[in-house]
């Protein structure tokens, strides 16, 4: 039975495809080396190990205070105390990465919002 333009097509596309695969896995494969190369020269290079950590030396703090108040946690339904609790998780993080972080401090942290808290990010009574 003839094949309309179309499966044709389809099938050529297909069988390029196919041939072109270890083509593709090679590229991949020398591009992962590549980057890894890259990476180790960066460390020799460096000698300070990982980049996250010299920059947390480098830190001027700041003489700013964020203050986030958490006593209206009682007013909020559920879904709000955890976006609440994602957005503070997130303010503390890039905190932490700033080069000048600001001295943060939650108030009134009670109710919905830690037992949340307790509940999915148990880590949170480290933070400092």
């Known amino acids: 039975q003839p094949m309309s333009k179309r499966q044709r097509k389809k099938l050529l596309k297909q069988k390029q495809w196919e041939e072109q695969k270890d083509l593709r896995r090679q590229k991949r494969k020398e591009k992962r080396q590549k980057r890894k190369l890259e990476r180790q ?55 932490r990465k700033a080069f000048h972080p600001v001295q943060f401090y939650l ?16 880590g949170w009574v480290n933070w400092k």
């Open 107 to 122: 108030t009134s942290h009670g109710g919905q919002l830690k037992s949340n808290m307790n509940e999915n990010d148990k």
């Open 41 to 95: 020269s960066k460390l020799d290079s460096n000698n300070e190990g990982n980049d996250r950590k010299r920059m947390r030396r480098e830190v001027v703090p700041s003489t700013l205070r964020l203050i986030v108040d958490c006593s209206f946690d009682d007013l909020m339904v559920l879904k709000d105390v955890k976006k609440l609790h994602k957005q503070i998780q997130r303010c503390y993080a890039e905190n």
